[in-house]
């Protein structure tokens, strides 16, 4: 099955910098999803996408679906430690209703240094 | 409070033994799924399952076995035909409407040795 490539692989940075990561596929999707994974731990959701073209913000995070919806893209700024992790993009390409089938990205492991 | 549970934590088996993995929700979440993850990569989809009595085959099914007899629980069989277990094996939920909203437990290690 199709993962979605996302970049960069990982990210060492200091506290306070912003962040910037994307997905790219070659496949339109309809939804994307952001999420987050702690070590050890379960991946914990983060935005959902639902139009392209939305921006959409939680906290210090903001999230954009790509116009042409192959793409999104997460930003984090003012990183903090606790910021540390595996960001996941995910979408799905079925319109809403039962059960649609997530495709993820292989994932940007973010360090933040003090 | 409502949410996924996944037990045990950690598992280990010989090789050649079958194990099941338990996966239960008090979400109500019609749709649940197994996602399998190895170091380093994304999540792969095992099987997933939108109704009771019903279950899908993911893009990595093969080895793998599921059940839903129940809307609570979905639990998972890693079979000896699975030819490498050894992984993180994560399962989640979502409520149909809004099938994209994926809510995951936090995951069992299957270790095979």
């Known amino acids: 099955g199709q993962q979605l490539n996302q970049s960069p692989q990982s990210m060492f940075i200091q506290e306070g910098e912003d962040v910037s990561m994307n997905c790219t596929s070659s496949?339109?999707?309809?939804?994307w999803l952001w999420y987050k994974q702690d070590p050890g731990e379960g991946p914990v959701l983060l935005i959902a996408?639902?139009?392209?073209?939305e921006l959409t913000s939680n906290g210090r995070l903001t999230a954009q679906f790509g116009i042409t919806r192959k793409d999104s893209f997460l930003n984090i700024s003012a990183s903090i430690p606790s910021d540390v992790g595996i960001y996941f993009c995910?979408?799905?390409?079925?319109?809403?209703?039962?059960?649609?089938?997530?495709?993820f990205g292989t994932g940007t492991q973010l360090k933040v240094e003090l | 409070d409502g949410g996924i549970t996944q037990s045990p934590k950690y598992l280990f088996r010989k090789e050649g033994q079958n194990v099941t993995l338990s996966c239960e929700q008090n979400?109500?979440?019609?749709?649940m799924y197994w996602y399998r993850q190895d170091p380093g990569q994304g999540l792969r989809l095992i099987y997933y399952?939108?109704?009771?009595?019903?279950?899908q085959k993911g893009d990595i099914a093969e080895g793998y076995s599921v059940s839903r007899e129940k809307k609570e629980s979905f639990p998972l069989t890693v079979t000896s035909a699975q030819k490498n277990p050894t992984a993180f094996y994560l399962c989640?939920?979502?409520?149909?409407?809004?099938?994209?909203?994926?809510?995951f437990g936090q995951g069992t290690r299957l270790t095979v040795v």
């Open positions: 399952s939108q109704i009771v009595n019903d279950f």
């Open positions: 496949s339109i999707f309809n939804t």
């Open positions: 979400l109500n979440h019609d749709a």
């Open positions: 996408l639902y139009k392209a073209g």
């Open positions: 989640a939920s979502s409520i149909p409407d809004r099938g994209t909203e994926a809510f």
């Open positions: 995910a979408g799905t390409r079925g319109v809403t209703g039962g059960g649609n089938k997530l495709t």
